[in-house]
């Protein structure tokens, strides 16, 4: 087999779980928005993400897909700006009520998609782009052309490795596909086609964090996974009723979930050559 001529991106397009209808999409992370990444429920993930970035103090960064600020918060003590974008505005309006509380005057939210022409929002390049475990894009090669062209020193990316943060047993219980294989790996191999050699690291932890109770396991859960149907809503109760148990005092996973990023960043080539026919 002729492995320069696998369409990695095809792979990664047919791969991706939902419709890209911005508008669903954006109603979506709206409604994530109260609960997602909040500093009560913040994960290991950001410091292990920070301590591979290595910011330095006189590094812009743009922050693509920065929702309420995981990232782009901790970010700004420690480089000169952040511009964190993002298709929810519940997600910015977060980030900035966190600017507000927290007196942070070096983060400027801008409310745009991967889709939109990005200059035209008075986005330029800055010396370092991150876009973490916000890769939601259907054609991945043009996302990664994007990445480039709006970095001037690096590039760095969170992609799931398997499920990533998704039970496997969950979805299995309710029917929805299981899509472990075509994950970062078509990354990886895109970015190899396209002449980028990028530096790999993984990011692993146990998800802890637990609910209160079953009825809050099941609203974040059917948060994760958007609209449900009724069949499904009786699989994620049964699922939650037998794998769950409690423990510590909150209702955790019976075999706590591991979750896997691949985290993957390269020197930005603007025209980078692409092998492919
Ligand atoms: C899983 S969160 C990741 C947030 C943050 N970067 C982190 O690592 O915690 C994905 C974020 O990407 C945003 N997002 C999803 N689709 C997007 C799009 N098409 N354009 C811009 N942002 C998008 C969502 O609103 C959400 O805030």
């Given at each position: 087999?002729?492995?320069?001529l696998i369409?990695?991106?095809?792979?990664?397009?047919?791969?991706?779980?939902?419709?890209?209808?911005?508008?669903?999409?954006?109603?979506?992370?709206?409604?994530?928005?109260k609960t997602?990444?909040?500093?009560?429920?913040?994960?290991p993930?950001?410091d292990?993400?920070?301590?591979?970035?290595q910011p330095?103090?006189?590094?812009?960064?743009?922050d693509?897909g920065?929702?309420?600020?995981?990232?782009?918060?901790?970010?700004?003590?420690?480089?000169?700006q952040?511009?964190?974008?993002?298709?929810?505005p519940?997600?910015?309006?977060?980030l900035?009520?966190?600017?507000?509380?927290q007196?942070?005057q070096?983060?400027r939210?801008?409310?745009?998609?991967?889709?939109?022409?990005?200059?035209?929002?008075?986005?330029?390049?800055?010396e370092?782009?991150?876009a973490?475990?916000?890769?939601?894009?259907?054609?991945?090669?043009?996302?990664?052309?994007?990445?480039?062209?709006?970095?001037?020193?690096?590039v760095?990316?969170?992609?799931?490795?398997?499920?990533?943060?998704?039970?496997?047993?969950?979805?299995?219980?309710?029917?929805?596909?299981?899509?472990?294989?075509?994950?970062?790996?078509?990354v990886?191999n895109?970015?190899y086609?396209?002449g980028l050699?990028?530096s790999?690291?993984?990011?692993?932890?146990?998800?802890e964090?637990?609910?209160?109770?079953?009825a809050?396991a099941?609203?974040?859960?059917?948060?994760?996974?958007?609209e449900?149907?009724a069949?499904?809503?009786?699989?994620l109760?049964?699922?939650l009723r037998t794998?769950?148990?409690?423990r510590?005092?909150?209702?955790?996973r019976?075999?706590?979930?591991?979750v896997?990023w691949?985290?993957?960043d390269?020197s930005?080539?603007p025209?980078?050559?692409?092998?492919?026919?």
């Amino acid at each position: 087999m002729d492995l320069p001529l696998i369409d990695w991106n095809e792979i990664w397009r047919k791969q991706q779980p939902r419709t890209f209808d911005e508008e669903r999409n954006r109603s979506y992370w709206n409604k994530r928005a109260k609960t997602f990444s909040r500093p009560e429920n913040v994960s290991p993930y950001v410091d292990r993400f920070l301590n591979l970035l290595q910011p330095e103090p006189h590094w812009r960064v743009l922050d693509v897909g920065c929702a309420a600020g995981t990232l782009a918060v901790p970010l700004a003590s420690r480089v000169c700006q952040v511009t964190g974008l993002d298709i929810s505005p519940h997600m910015l309006a977060g980030l900035q009520e966190t600017c507000r509380a927290q007196n942070i005057q070096n983060i400027r939210p801008v409310e745009a998609s991967w889709n939109d022409d990005w200059q035209s929002l008075g986005i330029e390049p800055h010396e370092v782009v991150i876009a973490s475990r916000s890769v939601i894009v259907p054609d991945l090669r043009q996302a990664i052309v994007k990445l480039n062209r709006f970095a001037t020193s690096k590039v760095c990316i969170s992609i799931p490795v398997g499920t990533g943060p998704f039970d496997p047993l969950l979805l299995r219980a309710i029917g929805r596909p299981c899509r472990c294989g075509a994950d970062y790996i078509c990354v990886v191999n895109l970015l190899y086609q396209m002449g980028l050699r990028a530096s790999l690291n993984f990011i692993t932890y146990e998800e802890e964090s637990g609910y209160q109770d079953e009825a809050e396991a099941f609203r974040a859960h059917q948060r994760r996974l958007g609209e449900l149907t009724a069949d499904e809503e009786q699989a994620l109760r049964q699922y939650l009723r037998t794998g769950y148990i409690r423990r510590d005092d909150r209702w955790q996973r019976a075999e706590p979930l591991r979750v896997s990023w691949a985290v993957l960043d390269w020197s930005p080539v603007p025209e980078a050559p692409d092998r492919l026919p």
